[in-house]
RNA sequence: GCGGUAUUGGUGAAGUGGUAACACGGUAGAUUGUGGCUCUAUUAUGCGUGGGUUCGAUUCCCACAUACCGCC
């Protein structure tokens, strides 16, 4: 399905982007940021915090609900909408690639598709193109993703020229099967940080035809100048008309770093997993709210926050749930951490409307101090 | 009153005549297409108190304190 992705605006100091597609859920704006909610929920959090952390776009994962419920139960829910009772905005499924990455040997990464143990009972499983496909198509998600390696970082040139040749003939193949009319597919460009590759699967991606790009294989654990290189290489040869997704990226340093780039969408598990940890996410870094030096601060985690926990629950408050070990802090700094980087990508949006993008950047990073 | 046994950090505890394991907890840190798991660093200048022996004692000896168990 065609998004009807549309540039609203081009920023005259970088390649940043104001834009816009659309779905059945209405018009979507862009450069935005979606939470992640891998089993059909993000977790901690209810539809109504997403909505009142100004959440549109989320995430689920293919693998996983692959493996429970398993993709004919969530079809027979009336698919992933109903199942889990969002209908605030589209949900976009992950094809289940990233768990090449995380859960896969590169032995068991053949042509045909990837061998898998089941993180959950050590099963012997085996994913192809096709069956992501099927899964997503069945899961009824409105945006899905074209199976893909993620393969690690460092590998060799030699390693990752070949997993992206056959992560593009795996795209080639699920796009065959891809049937679900309803349903918007996006291809991956990978080739790690070698320029050559970045391009060549770029290039070669975009000839497939999809209705939007992703670049993955990004912060695997490579330097932060490594990182932006890689978006830098695969930016040039994603057509203007299409949405170009950054997979992973979440760090409100690198997601405005990947706006300036040229970058519309953005996916992290940071704010939800940064809460259940008792991190939240400021203006000027991140803090750390099981410290000891907030036991007795009954101020928000930040003053002008519009977010509902921090117009109603203090410092102190959120500390002591935590070091109780108390559900609810995972719950009210999830709501912070989404709405933080929703609040981050609606300012972002601003700035490039105004042409104030870079200098946001420069103020953005001069405060936001890695504690 | 007499014998015996014990006393190590916030907790449970190991241990040795050469300067205090381990676990939990505490204090910090990591976390980027999610396992809430996890990982990393740090946390007793001191082994009930006071003496003694020794180059050196938490360790051996003596006394005392406290706790528990026997006996009159």
Not at 123 to 134: C, G, H, V
Not at 147 to 162: G, I, L, R, S
Not at 166 to 177: D, S
Not at 224 to 231: A, L, R, S
Request: proline letters at 4%; charged letters at 30%.
């Amino acid at each position: 399905m065609d998004l009807k992705f549309e540039v609203i605006k081009k920023s005259n100091e970088c390649n940043a982007r104001l834009g816009t597609f659309k779905t059945k859920y209405g018009t979507h704006k862009t450069p935005m940021f979606m939470p992640v909610g891998t089993q059909a929920t993000v977790k901690n959090v209810s539809v109504e915090d997403l909505k009142d952390a100004h959440a549109d776009v989320i995430l689920s994962n293919t693998y996983h609900l692959w493996l429970r419920p398993g993709e004919d139960i969530v079809n027979m829910a009336g698919g992933l909408h109903n199942f889990m009772n969002y209908h605030n905005g589209p949900i976009l499924t992950d094809c289940g690639g990233f768990q090449v990455f995380s859960l896969a040997k590169p032995k068991d990464i053949e042509e045909e598709g990837v061998t898998f143990k089941s993180h959950l009972d050590g099963k012997k499983l085996f994913l192809t193109p096709e069956k992501s496909i099927e899964i997503q198509n069945k899961l009824g998600s409105d945006i899905a993703m074209s199976f893909d390696e993620c393969p690690p970082y460092p590998v060799t040139h030699e390693y990752m020229k070949n997993s992206v040749e056959r992560t593009l003939r795996w795209a080639k193949r699920g796009k065959k099967v891809h049937s679900n009319k309803g349903q918007a597919l996006f291809g991956i460009v990978q080739g790690g940080e070698f320029e050559d590759l970045r391009k060549w699967s770029a290039e070669e991606t975009v000839k497939l035809d999809f209705d939007g790009y992703s670049i993955g294989g990004v912060s695997v654990g490579e330097d932060n100048e490594t990182k932006y290189k890689m978006i830098d290489y695969a930016i040039p040869y994603l057509p203007e008309n299409k949405v170009r997704y950054l997979m992973g990226v979440g760090d409100p340093v690198d997601i405005i770093e990947g706006v300036i780039r040229g970058v519309d969408i953005f996916d992290c598990v940071l704010p939800t997993r940064l809460a259940r940890h008792a991190n939240a996410f400021t203006r000027t870094g991140k803090i750390n709210l099981r410290n000891k030096k907030y036991s007795d601060d009954f101020t928000p985690i930040e003053e002008n926050c519009d977010c509902y926990t921090c117009k109603g629950y203090t410092k102190a408050y959120i500390r002591h749930l935590v070091v109780c070990d108390e559900m609810l802090a995972a719950r009210l700094l999830s709501i912070h951490n989404i709405r933080f980087l929703t609040k981050l990508v609606e300012d972002i949006r601003e700035s490039i409307k105004n042409d104030t993008l870079i200098s946001f950047r420069n103020d953005f990073v001069s405060k936001y101090k890695k504690n």
